[in-house]
């Protein structure tokens, strides 16, 4: 009898988990062995970040253990970072052990690239991950006059950034946004932009559209365009760097080091593989949102793809809705929809008002607290 296909996800964010659910009926009915790869043992919800940071939540209220998440109780769970992925031989490297798959899902993600803003590392602060929100809760309590805070909007945090600098100036700090958003390839459209907008004059925010940091100082920083902002705190979401699963991915991975897919999400270069979430180089803007649908659109098809589930692979068709938390009072709905599908955004809308800000909140306890 042959034995059951091995269905791999390496990743366990946004996609990964909804790639895992995906597959997780297969796996307890013995239909294939799962396995969950995961740097970490712990979900972290990103969009709670800005919240960590400004003392608001706690590291308890935006992660939750792996092994509470139903759907990873039918997988085994190996807590590792994955090392190498080699396409010909179907095998991913984690922890020092060379895992066999059938199907592999890269749900990786992105890291900011650090070192791509001088002085950055040195001065600045960023709030991608725990331990850079826990750093920038603990600058914040010495006090802050003037904050900058710079969002790049290729970089995942570009919604957290925008709320940080919301929240913030509720607070004593002047504060500076920098924003590469609205130009070619900007994430928020005319009307969540105009809400942003009304809500940075109301509060007092100077915004720089449409540039970039090119360096961080002890006391501020410098444009692209040669202006130099004072201030005595920098919070700066840097472009992704590449990741270097990419390497041996050969011309699988675009040069931003993203696996290049199919619009099922099925690499256009290696059988068995597919990528969802930000790992994957897809043309709509990847937000958590996005990367869920992405994930279950992955595991959907990698059962196919095993010949566990009948039928063709199925397209990417996502609709994008993100919620901005910008203080108790405010926040932002913003919804985008690509235009055929897997192509660049046709419509984009976005309402600004009172109740949204407390929504998320209670989004955010209803994810962690029910969802699968
Ligand atoms: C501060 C901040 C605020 C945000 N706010 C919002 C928001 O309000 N709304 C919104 O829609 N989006 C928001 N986003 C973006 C959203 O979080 C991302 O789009 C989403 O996390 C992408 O999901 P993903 O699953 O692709 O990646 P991730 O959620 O980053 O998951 C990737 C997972 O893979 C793991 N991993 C990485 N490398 C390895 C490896 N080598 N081996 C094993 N595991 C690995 C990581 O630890 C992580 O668990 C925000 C992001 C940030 C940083």
């Given at each position: 009898m042959p034995l059951p296909p091995r269905i791999v996800v390496a990743g366990a964010g946004f996609a990964g988990l909804r790639a895992v659910d995906a597959v997780a009926g297969a796996a307890a009915r013995g239909q294939c062995h799962l396995t969950l790869i995961s740097d970490l043992d712990r979900f972290v919800y990103r969009p709670g970040l800005p919240g960590l940071a400004l003392g608001r939540l706690r590291t308890a209220d935006i992660t939750?253990?792996?092994?509470?998440f139903r759907a990873v109780r039918a997988a085994r769970l190996h807590v590792a970072?994955?090392?190498?992925?080699?396409p010909e031989s179907h095998t991913v490297t984690a922890g020092g052990r060379h895992i066999p798959y059938d199907v592999l899902i890269v749900a990786t993600g992105v890291v900011p690239?650090?070192?791509?803003?001088?002085g950055l590392q040195q001065y600045g602060h960023g709030v991608w991950d725990i331990p850079e929100a826990l750093a920038l809760r603990e600058r914040l309590a010495q006090g802050a006059r003037r904050v900058v805070v710079a969002a790049d909007?290729?970089?995942?945090?570009v919604f957290g950034t925008y709320e940080l600098a919301m929240m913030l100036a509720r607070g004593a700090p002047r504060v500076t946004l920098v924003t590469t958003?609205?130009?070619?390839?900007?994430?928020?459209g005319p009307h969540a932009r105009r809400a942003l907008e009304t809500l940075a004059a109301r509060l007092g925010v100077e915004v720089h559209p449409g540039r970039r940091v090119a360096e961080v100082g002890r006391r501020g920083v410098l444009l692209d365009d040669g202006t130099a902002v004072d201030a005595d705190l920098a919070v700066v979401s840097p472009p992704p760097a590449v990741p270097?699963?990419?390497?041996?991915l050969g011309q699988g991975a675009a040069r931003t080091g993203l696996v290049l897919t199919r619009a099922s999400l099925?690499?256009?270069?290696?059988?068995g593989l597919f990528a969802a979430g930000a790992a994957a180089a897809a043309p709509p803007p990847v937000t958590a949102h996005v990367a869920e649908q992405m994930g279950l659109l992955a595991g959907r098809n990698a059962l196919v793809a095993a010949g566990i589930r009948r039928g063709e692979l199925q397209d990417l068709e996502p609709s994008i809705a993100s919620l901005l938390h910008f203080g108790r009072w405010y926040g932002l709905l913003h919804y985008l929809r690509p235009a055929g599908g897997y192509?660049?955004?046709r419509f984009r809308g976005g309402i600004g008002g009172w109740p949204l800000g407390a929504l998320k909140d209670l989004f955010r306890r209803a994810y962690l607290a029910v969802r699968f």
């Open positions: 939750r253990d792996l092994k509470r970072p994955v090392t190498g992925i080699d690239d650090r070192s791509a803003v001088p909007h290729t970089s995942p945090c958003e609205y130009g070619p390839g900007g994430l928020i270097a699963l990419a390497a041996g099925a690499s256009v270069r290696w059988s192509g660049p955004p």
